[in-house]
């Protein structure tokens, strides 16, 4: 397994992939939802190779001089339970810090709270929705 955090389009397309057949195809999200005007050609993607084969992602975007927001979170069925899910979280988090920013932030579905909590995200908000689906806002000092 190779990790690779960029904004190539090889490696925006290898996330998408990931994101298409996770949220897409798996969780029937429909594509206008998932992918949205943060997927563009400075988005930084981070993915985790099997070879050649991208197999987890998750989304970089800074939201402020402290602050970062990783999203779209996303590992295929067949390369669950062997952490590559935190590995992405964590790569994000490292460029994060590169950048100076202390403070992460998550916008997560209320299923994969425990998952954030695990990696020492704080629950700060209610539940609320986003496009019909339970999310909770998640909050970590980087």
Known sequence: MKTHTGKEKWNRAAALYVRMQVFVMERDIPLKVEFDSEDHD????VVIYDGEKPVATGRH???D?????????AVL?????????ELVVKEL??????QGCTTSVIHGELSAAGFYE???????SDIYYEDDVPCVTLKKTL
């Open 61 to 63: 975007k800074q939201i």
């Open 42 to 45: 400075e988005t930084i993607y």
């Open 118 to 124: 695990k990696l020492g995200y704080t629950k700060v």
């Open 93 to 98: 988090e490292a460029l994060g810090k590169k």
């Open 65 to 73: 001089s402290d602050t970062i927001r990783p999203g779209r979170v």
């Open 77 to 85: 069925k067949e390369y669950r339970k062997k952490g590559l899910g």
